[in-house]
């Protein structure tokens, strides 16, 4: 078996991965042509990665023009460690208001716990501006290093 073989992720650690991190790094392109990268908060819904920003955010910008982007999500601090999942894929973006609400509301429950009537006020007012993006995935890479044993 290969060193790439010996290090992939399953479905499963991948999606238990996803739901233990906290940071999605996403990666769109820009009107010139270079990557524009930022890091953003996320939920898997139905097993999907799902993210929201401002309607009128680069990012969402970027993405009306190429929905093409991938998205990363990493750890580790020394070799024996390092961890993550890469997604190469498709953004479908919506902003129709309860799609966008929904979205919010678990985001923020990830992040924040259960949400109370003041935070769901707040999520309400934001959902107006934004859009929610569904990454629909082309190719995933995974690692995890620590399947090596420190055998490298």
Same mark, same amino acid.
């Given at each position: 078996?290969? !060193? *790439? &073989? ?6 499963? #650690? ?5 739901? =233990?991190? $906290?940071?999605? +790094? /996403? ?36 993405? !009306? *023009? &190429? ?6 999500? #990493? ?5 024996? =460690?390092? $961890?993550?999942? +890469? /997604? ?65």
């Amino acid at each position: 078996m290969n !060193r *790439r &073989d010996q290090i992939r992720m399953s479905d499963e #650690e991948i999606r238990a991965f996803l739901e =233990e991190q $906290r940071t999605l +790094q /996403i990666a769109t392109i820009d009107h010139d042509g270079w990557p524009h990268l930022v890091a953003m908060w996320y939920a898997l819904i139905e097993g999907e990665v799902v993210f929201w920003t401002y309607a009128k955010s680069q990012k969402a910008v970027n993405l !009306r *023009r &190429d929905d093409r982007l991938t998205c990363l999500v #990493e750890v580790g601090e020394r070799y024996d =460690e390092l $961890r993550g999942v +890469q /997604i190469k894929g498709r953004a479908v973006m919506s902003d129709d208001r309860e799609t966008v609400q929904r979205a919010g509301e678990a985001i923020w429950e990830r992040y924040t716990g259960p949400l109370n009537e003041n935070t769901r006020q707040m999520v309400v007012a934001q959902a107006a501006k934004r859009v929610v993006i569904f990454v629909k995935p082309v190719e995933i890479v995974s690692w995890d290093h620590r399947k090596l044993g420190r055998g490298y």
